[in-house]
């Protein structure tokens, strides 16, 4: 199968990394400099007429240093952000580059040291403008002072160790490179801007910014400029106790995603909080392309479910849950009133994200019976990164068959009255380790003597078995049950793998499963439920499509990217040798 927008964005990690301590990088930028002027002392003793005085200090560790310290403060003037570390990372790579370049001279003559070091400092000019408005500002004209930073001191110290005539020459070279550099930025931009009238650079400057600090919601602008207004269903159950806390079971047909605090990625955590109900958000059916533009779409959502509970009509009986399986898909199934709930599942197969066209062609299918059909993907086993289910495969026929199925049952089924429990356990593990904000929470339905309890862990999927091992335990204690994910993406900072089970292990937080499933069946209480489906409206998400494009434009762009930066390059050295003749 062709991969899809979740696999290529995944592939887009690999490009990302953790910059080392300032420390480290200032470390190096010191031994660089003595290592030089030792070679520059030994050379100058065996070659006493022929080595030039070149000091490593002065020509590349004074530089570096001044751009360490004065570059974060610069940016951060202009309302940018800027670590300490990526700022010693970069001085201490453009000085790598700046003593490569410069001791290529040595390969011809030393008298030609001038020359390359001019070169070197060129070079150093236009990388730093090019990283910087990477990584902090895209708008290339307040980046030229922080970038000049580490080759403005490099002139001084030229001036100082050859002759007033090397700053005219360094400086007709950093306009050579800088002119080339901002070209080749115009050049990497240009896809971007013209499938998607917007700046490539623009977002990986917000993508910074939430690394940096993960509360930042600059990421949400971009994709605003991308999203397109979606119509969804949502479907929820409601019940109510007489002596107990109400109880609200609803399923979006949105995504929680992409990443962090961004966009709807908090998403059951937010509609959780706010309802005075015991509220447990599963996760319908809904890829990437569905993830909210900003964390206030989710206030549309709330509106809807709020005007969904209006005039609804209450029932007291409900059928008893059954589960079967066509092909790979099992489904638990129970109807409630005139609704009915599916959970469906693959695992131990894979289990990811359903495309909205499956649940909506398997909605319309059961509305032919119930007015409310709710539509669940347990998203409970991960093997891989993966792309969604998507409609007319073999899968998705297989979701709609048993589906289908299922519902024609529930029509026949007896209906009994019931009881219904619910807990709610946060989880003492954190983000990192694949757990959301919600922890764990349990429903537990008792109709004519059978138990069926709903398990739900906020997190993003499943690692692979861990289902099983839990729906073992699960069973001994109830006759019929389901484990399910939020799939929440807060859980995520980078990519989509931090799976419920992969950090923590099983034996873990099952007893504390096991002691959510307890508190609810404690909490049993009987009930009235009622069905309803709130109408989202002018929800801005990504879009169809979008992500997959996106991530395919920029797979893309990084293959042209590497010989349009050495085209550039060679153009540039070219111009900086016909610069130096007029000069010299």
């Not at 929800?539 to 990217?561: C, D, E, H, K, P």
Request: aromatic residues 10%.
């Amino acid at each position: 199968m062709a991969q899809n927008s979740d696999v290529k964005l995944g592939q887009l990690t690999r490009f990302i990394f953790t910059a080392p301590s300032w420390k480290r990088s200032l470390f190096l930028i010191v031994i660089l400099g003595l290592l030089i002027d030792g070679a520059g002392v030994r050379a100058w003793v065996i070659l006493p007429f022929s080595a030039l005085p070149f000091s490593g200090t002065l020509a590349f560790t004074i530089p570096a240093i001044a751009a360490l310290v004065l570059t974060k403060p610069i940016i951060e003037y202009t309302g940018k952000t800027m670590t300490w570390n990526r700022s010693a990372l970069l001085a201490l790579s453009s000085t790598v580059f700046g003593v490569i370049i410069t001791f290529i001279a040595l390969a011809s003559s030393v008298r030609l040291i001038p020359l390359f070091y001019a070169i070197s400092l060129g070079f150093v000019f236009g990388l730093r403008l090019f990283v910087l408005v990477a990584i902090a500002d895209y708008r290339v004209p307040r980046m030229l002072i922080p970038a000049f930073t580490q080759s403005s001191v490099g002139i001084l110290a030229g001036i100082i160790l050859f002759s007033p005539s090397f700053g005219i020459l360094a400086l007709v070279l950093h306009i050579v490179f800088g002119l080339g550099f901002a070209a080749l930025i115009w050049m990497i931009e240009r896809p971007l801007r013209r499938a998607f009238q917007i700046r490539g650079l623009a977002f990986i400057n917000a993508f910074i910014a939430h690394m940096t600090d993960g509360s930042s919601k600059g990421m949400e602008n971009f994709f605003r400029e991308i999203g397109e207004e979606i119509f969804v269903p949502q479907v929820s159950f409601f019940f109510r106790r007489s002596t107990a806390n109400p109880i609200m079971f609803t399923v979006p047909n949105l995504h929680p995603g992409p990443m962090g605090e961004i966009g709807g990625g908090n998403l059951p955590k937010v509609l959780h909080d706010s309802f005075e109900d015991e509220t447990l958000v599963a996760h319908g059916c809904a890829t990437h392309d569905f993830n909210l533009v900003s964390e206030t779409e989710i206030d549309k959502v709330i509106d809807a479910l709020q005007k969904s509970r209006q005039n609804i009509t209450y029932s007291g009986v409900a059928g008893r849950a059954e589960r079967l399986t066509v092909g790979s898909v099992q489904v638990l199934y129970q109807r409630f009133g005139d609704s009915v709930l599916l959970v469906t599942t693959r695992s131990p197969q894979r289990t990811e994200d359903l495309d909205f066209s499956i649940g909506m062609t398997i909605m319309a299918e059961g509305h032919r019976w119930f007015p409310h059909v709710a539509v669940v993907d347990a998203h409970n086993c991960m093997t891989d990164l993966s792309s969604p289910v998507l409609l007319a495969t073999l899968t998705a026929t297989e979701y709609q068959q048993a589906s289908l199925e299922a519902m024609d049952r529930c029509r026949t089924t007896p209906l009994y009255p019931f009881r219904i429990g619910v807990s709610h356990h946060t989880m003492p593990f954190s983000r990192v380790q694949g757990f959301g904000d919600l922890g764990v929470q349990a429903m537990v339905v008792e109709t004519e003597g059978q138990r069926t309890a709903y398990m739900l862990i906020d997190g993003n999927n499943m690692a692979e078995g861990v289902r099983e091992v839990l729906l073992e335990e699960v069973l001994k204690v109830v006759d019929h049950a389901e484990v399910m994910t939020t799939d929440s993406h807060v859980v995520n900072t980078i990519t989509g793998k931090n799976p419920v089970g992969m950090h923590v292990g099983t034996a873990e937080f099952l007893p504390l499963v096991m002691k959510a499933l307890q508190a609810a069946l404690d909490n049993l209480s009987p009930s009235e439920v009622a069905g309803a489906t709130a109408h989202c409206e002018h929800i801005v998400v990504f879009g169809s499509n979008r992500i997959s494009q996106l991530a395919s434009t920029v797979n893309a762009m990084l293959v042209f990217v590497a010989p349009l930066s050495l085209a550039m390059l060679l153009l540039a050295f070219l111009l900086s040798l016909v610069a130096y003749i007029v000069i010299v």
